[in-house]
């Protein structure tokens, strides 16, 4: 891994998308100052202070599956197993997301046998994740809500992720009901989930199979899986994050959220298109403790960072001070904001990377989506920070900017357009709202 390099440079909020914003200058260790990059600023960035909220990152997988209770596991996805590779590779909560209309008791089958569908339980291992969970790991059984339509052109209606957010109250009995087949639309199943007391996300809502993509009918959802791990990141997660950028310029507070989608517990990296690897990649919750009440109420609050290697990818704000104000999931005051910070790393990517922090201008989308298949609707957006991050790179990057009230602030890392399947050096936090 490369040293770590500080850059500090001008970025202001009203350069549009298609402008190329002043370039921050790489001095390695040294900090860049305003008057080298021919901006009018502060010499420098004040001493930055820390987070006064109490927590830290915990790493999870929002979106797992297990023998038993997911078709196409191949039975040796159990619990257990996936425990024990979770702990391997480093992750601290696993929630295991079986599918709706799964294929039931049989635990090899690769096919799905009508026969069985709905045969149930929708949360199957509800007491053995308990029972696996500790001080040092903890699991969660949810469920993936999985309406089908398989007929002519086998159009969408959507994978629902389905958490509980209250252990003690929720119902684990529930049955789902996601047939007949072409009848349940993803609007109904949004409304399942909400009744049995659910956090409820969209899981990769735009494909990448046409039966799995999201029918648009409603947007009562909480959050927006716009990274999922399949094939790397590629096109459909792309048009995730476009979709995302169109929620939050309609006023839509959306939350981001990453799962591996792993049906297999032994895939080692890379995995397959079809076949990823647990915990890849990775969804990081801000939260004070590893309790499922305090990381929910992390992911309610939108204090949420994804990555795809070891790396948290983190966006905070401070004033003229230094003085933290927030981070991604947070509203703050944009009078009072002068300094950004954008940490990371692109460890693990075979090419460059785009840092960039967006604005989204509020009202600035006209909303296609629905169960046609078109292409996500693209939200109007300036850049605010712009730089090319070398594969390997870690980074702070420290540089003014002014908000503007009642826009939303997203940062990423990505690569400069998604061709194909890419790996690593992925990262997305939550929005930031300025007020």
Known sequence: M????????????????????????????????????????????????????????????????????????????TPAAIKARALEIGLDFVVLTDHSNSTGSDTTTTVEDETLFNMGPEF?????????????????????????????????????????????????????????????????????????????????????ASWIAFDW???????????????????????????????????KDTRVLAGSDNHRVNIVYPGTVTNPPLGFPKTRVWAESLDWSQLLAGVDAGHISISDNDVPFEFDLFDTSGQWLGFGGDEVDASE????????????????????????????????????????????????FEQAIEPGDAFEFVFAVQLKPNHAYLATLLPDAAQGSMRFGIGITNSVRAK
């Open 217 to 251: 009918t409603t947007r009562d959802y909480d959050a927006m899986e716009v990274y999922n791990g399949s094939a790397g990141w590629d096109f459909f997660d792309s048009q995730a994050i476009e979709g995302l950028k169109c929620d939050l310029a309609l006023g």
């Open 2 to 77: 490369k040293p770590w390099g500080v850059i500090f440079a001008l970025a202001l909020a009203s350069c549009s998308s298609d402008s190329n914003p002043s370039p921050a200058k790489d001095m390695g260790s040294d900090v860049t100052t305003s008057q080298d990059v021919g901006l009018d600023a502060p010499s420098g960035p004040p001493v930055l202070g820390e987070r006064p909220i109490a927590g830290q990152w915990w790493t999870g997988d929002f979106h797992v599956h297990a023998s038993g209770a997911s078709n196409d596991t191949g039975g040796d996805s």
């Open 337 to 384: 904001v002068a300094w950004a910070r954008l940490r990371g790393s692109s460890e693990g990517a075979d090419k460059a990377r785009t840092l960039k922090v967006v604005e989204v201008v509020p009202d600035g989308c006209v909303d296609n989506r629905s169960g046609d298949l078109k292409p996500a609707p693209v939200a109007q957006t300036n850049t605010v």
């Open 124 to 208: 199957p291992y509800w007491d053995e994740a308990a029972a696996l969970s500790d001080a040092n790991f903890l699991m969660i059984d949810g469920n993936e809500m999985s309406p089908t339509d398989d007929g002519l052109g086998y159009k969408p209606r959507g994978h629902i992720g389905c958490y509980p957010r209250d252990l003690a109250t929720f119902d684990p009995d529930i049955a789902f009901v996601d047939r007949p087949r072409g009848v349940v639309s993803g609007a109904q199943t949004i409304e399942q989930a909400r009744a049995a007391g659910c956090f409820v996300t969209v899981n990769h809502p735009f494909g990448p």
